[in-house]
C-alpha cells in the first residue's frame, strides 16, 4: 500500500445527469477564442487559424447550484458561458469523423476568469493561469451522457445574470466545433478517460459582483446556477 507523505487529494468529480455515478475529472481543457463575436471583442480577428488551448487543475471544478467565491485580487471577474465535452475513451490523433465515438456526455459549463489579470498576462506575453486557472473557476453542472442525448451540434446557448441575458448564441456558431477541436487537441495531447473540454464562449461576456446568480443553459444539454458570493 502506499504511504503518502501528506494527505492526497480527492479525486475531483461532475455528477452523471439521473444516475448515482460521477466522472471523475483528470485535466480540464479550455479552447480560446472560439465563437467569431467573441473573438472580436476580445481584439482578435475570428480567422480560421488553428484553435488554441489553456488548461485548468482539476481541483477548479465547482458544480451546479455551488458558491462561487469572488476570488482575490481581481477587479473584473467575468462569467464565459460554455458547452463541456467530457472524454469517455481516449485517444491520440483522433480523426474527426471518430471524434465522437471518444465522447462520454456533454455538460453546461462556466470559464471564470480574473479579466484584469488575464489581459495584463496576455499583453506581457506571459502565461494565463492567474486570469485563469483559480480556485473555484470551473463551474461545471451535472454531465448528460451522449448515450441518452446524442451530439448535440445546434441549439441555443445563453447566460444571464440576475434574470437579465448576457450572452446567447447557436453551438453551431462554434469557429471549431467539437470534433474538429477533438482531432486538433488530440494531436496536441493524448487525450484520456476523465478529460473536460471547455469549447468557448459566444460574445457578451462581462462582469460580476458578489451576490449575482448566474444561470446558464443550452438546448438538449441542460442548464447550470451558480452565486456570486
Ligand atoms: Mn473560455
Known amino acids: 500500500m502506499t504511504k503518502y507523505a501528506v494527505a492526497p487529494m480527492e479525486l475531483p468529480a461532475v455528477a452523471v445527469a439521473d444516475s448515482d455515478e460521477v466522472f471523475p475529472v483528470r485535466r480540464i481543457y479550455c479552447v480560446g477564442r472560439n465563437y467569431a463575436e467573441h473573438a472580436r471583442e ?15 487543475p482539476n481541483n477548479t471544478i465547482i458544480a451546479d447550484g455551488a458558491d462561487f467565491p469572488y ?51 496576455r499583453e506581457k506575453g506571459r502565461p494565463w493561469e492567474i486570469g485563469k486557472a483559480f480556485d473555484d473557476s470551473a463551474p461545471c453542472a451535472d454531465i448528460q451522457p451522449a448515450s441518452k442525448i446524442g451530439h448535440p451540434a445546434t ?37 484520456q478517460p476523465g478529460d473536460l473540454i471547455y469549447t468557448g464562449t459566444p460574445a457578451g461576456v462581462g462582469p460580476i459582483v458578489a451576490g449575482d446568480v448566474m444561470e446558464g443553459h443550452i438546448d438538449g444539454v441542460g442548464d447550470i446556477t451558480i452565486k456570486v458570493t
Not at 476580445?42 to 485548468?56: A, T, V
Not at 445563453?158 to 494531436?187: H, M, R
Request: hydrophobic residues 40%; charged residues 25%.
Open 42 to 56: 476580445m481584439g482578435s480577428d475570428p480567422d480560421r487559424d488553428p484553435p488554441f488551448f489553456f488548461m485548468k
Open 71 to 121: 476570488p482575490s485580487m481581481s477587479e473584473n471577474v467575468h462569467y464565459e458561458m460554455e458547452l463541456v465535452v467530457a472524454i469517455g475513451t481516449g485517444g491520440k490523433n483522433i480523426p474527426q469523423a471518430k471524434a465522437n465515438d471518444h465522447i462520454f456526455g456533454y455538460a453546461c459549463g462556466l470559464d471564470m476568469t480574473r479579466r484584469d489579470l488575464q489581459i495584463g498576462m
Open 155 to 191: 441549439g441555443d446557448i445563453w447566460l444571464k445574470v440576475n434574470g437579465e441575458i448576457k450572452q446567447t448564441a447557436d453551438i453551431a456558431d462554434l469557429i471549431w466545433n467539437v470534433p474538429e477541436t477533438i482531432e486538433y487537441l488530440s494531436g496536441l495531447f493524448e487525450l
